[in-house]
């Protein structure tokens, strides 16, 4: 082999090794990211195991306790944005895909306990510590904020489930009227991605579950009082 050819692959191999590094460093931050979801996700897993008369009280307490660990989430996605290089956010970002839908679904049903609305793209990206928008730099990918909206409504239906059997008769009927606005809002998208086009049939099935929990509330007489419509705000 000429000296020449051995240089063009030598030059090869060693992008390829600065690559795998930066993979590796990549990785390595994610995982801290993860093990700060899983945290997360422990803590607000508490609201369905509640059954108490103070049920609204120990969820906000729940709600600090995950706000505190969105401050290492931030200090991660930080790490993430000083090592991944400018304009190669999409090269690598089958490696914090899963981990930021999953933080988008506890940050937004963090947002829902708090104060009961639809959180905003926007908010979320503060939250996480990231941009909301892609000219920005590190940002908050459209598609990784949706599936953690439809995420949100499986975790709300079961939310509606064990509430009625703790015996909150009023929480199903906030979270019916929620999720169906959430359902009227995607259905004003035109859907072609495959992975969100799935998840969003999901939803479908999640209002079905709570509309018939608020059914069977109905027929035995256990419906309470019908209130205002909470608006959806953007914060």
């Given amino acids: 082999m000429s000296s020449a050819i051995a240089g063009i692959f030598n030059s090869f191999q060693d992008y390829l090794n600065a690559e795998q590094e930066l993979r590796e460093q990549i990785r390595t931050i994610v995982k801290e990211i993860e093990q700060s979801a899983r945290e997360i996700l422990m803590v607000l897993q508490n609201i369905h195991n509640e059954n108490t008369g103070e049920e609204n009280t120990i969820v906000s307490e729940h709600c600090a306790k995950a706000r505190k660990h969105f401050e290492d989430v931030r200090k991660g996605y930080a790490k993430l944005a000083d090592v991944v290089p400018s304009n190669q956010y999409y090269r690598f970002h089958e490696h914090w895909r899963f981990v930021t839908q999953r933080l988008c679904f506890l940050a937004s049903l963090t947002v829902y306990l708090e104060v009961k609305v639809l959180v905003h793209k926007d908010t979320v990206a503060e939250i996480l510590g990231v941009k909301s928008n892609r000219e920005d730099g590190f940002h908050l990918d459209l598609e990784d904020f949706l599936i953690g909206l439809l995420q949100l409504s499986s975790e709300l239906c079961r939310f509606a489930i064990n509430s009625v059997t703790s015996g909150d008769y009023d929480r199903p009927i906030e979270i019916s009227r929620f999720v169906n606005e959430l359902n009227a809002g995607f ?32 027929i035995r007489g256990l419906k309470p009082t019908v209130q205002p419509p909470t608006q959806v705000e953007s914060k």
Avoid at 197 to 211: G, H, M, Q, S, T
């Fill in 187 to 218: 259905r004003l998208l035109n859907l072609k991605n495959d992975s969100l086009r799935k998840r969003f049939d999901a939803l479908k099935y999640d209002v079905k579950k709570i509309e018939e929990v608020v059914y069977d509330l109905s």
